[in-house]
C-alpha cells in the first residue's frame, strides 16, 4: 500500500511559483497520484492527476519522474488564496498523507 | 450542476448512541466514499460504494457501516459512539467507473459529529 510523505508546511509570496513535492516510494504500477487542496471548514477540493511525466491544467502542473516514487504539484505565481492545505493521494487505499499547509503571503 | 450534499451539517451525540449520516451524491455518480478527518489522524478513508455494493473498505472498526442505495444517494451509520469518534465525515462522489484512485472526487462539505 502506497505510503505519501509531504513537508508539513510551506511559506510563499504571492506572484512566486510554489513546488510542493510528494514522496511515494512503493507506488504500484496502476496507482495514479491526485491533488486536493482543502480550505478550512470545506471539503477536499481536486487539484490536478497524473500518472507519469508531465499533466498540466489552468491552475496546476504535475511533474512525476520516471520512476514515479515522487510527484511535485507546481502553483504558477500564487495569490493569498491559495492559503491551504494541499494533499497527495495515491493508492487505491485512497490514503491522504498529513498534507502541506501552504501560507501565501502579501 | 449541484454538488454533493451532506445532511445534517452539524450534529451532537452523547457517547453509546449511534448516528445515521445522509450523502446525496451529484446527479449520475454511482460512486460515494465516505472519509473521517480529525485534527490528530487526518484524512481518513472508510470506505466506497459502487453500485449499492461496497467496493472498498479502509481501517475501521465493524461500528462504522454504510450503505448505498439504487438512486446512489448513501448512509453512513457509526454505532456505539465514543468520544474519539468526534470528527468532520466527508462523503464524495465521481463517476466511479474506473479504479478508484484513477478518478477525480468532489467532495461534500461535510457532517459535524461530536460526541460528548
Known amino acids: 500500500l502506497a505510503k505519501t510523505t509531504q513537508p508539513i508546511s510551506m511559506d510563499s509570496y504571492e506572484g512566486q511559483e510554489v513546488n510542493i513535492t510528494c514522496s511515494h516510494n512503493?507506488?504500484?504500477?496502476?496507482?495514479?497520484i491526485t491533488w486536493y487542496q482543502q480550505f478550512p471548514s470545506q471539503g477536499p477540493r481536486f487539484i490536478i492527476q497524473?500518472?507519469?511525466t508531465k499533466v498540466t491544467n489552468e491552475v496546476a502542473s504535475l511533474f512525476i519522474p520516471a520512476d514515479r516514487k515522487s510527484s511535485t504539484l507546481s502553483l504558477p505565481r500564487v495569490s493569498l488564496s491559495d492559503t491551504a492545505v494541499y494533499y497527495c493521494?495515491?493508492?487505491?487505499?485512497?490514503?491522504f498523507g498529513a498534507g502541506t499547509r501552504l501560507t501565501v503571503k502579501p | 450542476k449541484a454538488g454533493v450534499t451532506q445532511t445534517p451539517r452539524y450534529l451532537i451525540k452523547t457517547r453509546g448512541q449511534q448516528v445515521t449520516l445522509s450523502c446525496s451524491p451529484i446527479s449520475g455518480h454511482r460512486s460515494v466514499s465516505w472519509y473521517q478527518q480529525t485534527p490528530g489522524q487526518g484524512l481518513q478513508f472508510l470506505f466506497e460504494y459502487f453500485s449499492e455494493t461496497q467496493r472498498n473498505k479502509g481501517n475501521f472498526p465493524g461500528r462504522f457501516s454504510g450503505r448505498q442505495f439504487s438512486n446512489s444517494r448513501s448512509e453512513m451509520n457509526v454505532s456505539t459512539l465514543e468520544l474519539g469518534d468526534s470528527a468532520l465525515y466527508l462523503c464524495?462522489?465521481?463517476?466511479?467507473?474506473?479504479?478508484?484512485?484513477?478518478?477525480?472526487?468532489?467532495f461534500g462539505p461535510g457532517t459535524r459529529l461530536t460526541v460528548t
Open positions: 493521494l495515491v493508492g487505491i487505499d485512497m490514503r
Open positions: 464524495a462522489s465521481s463517476t466511479g467507473t474506473a479504479p478508484i484512485s484513477s478518478y477525480e472526487q468532489y
Open positions: 497524473g500518472y507519469k
Open positions: 512503493n507506488i504500484a504500477t496502476n496507482d495514479y
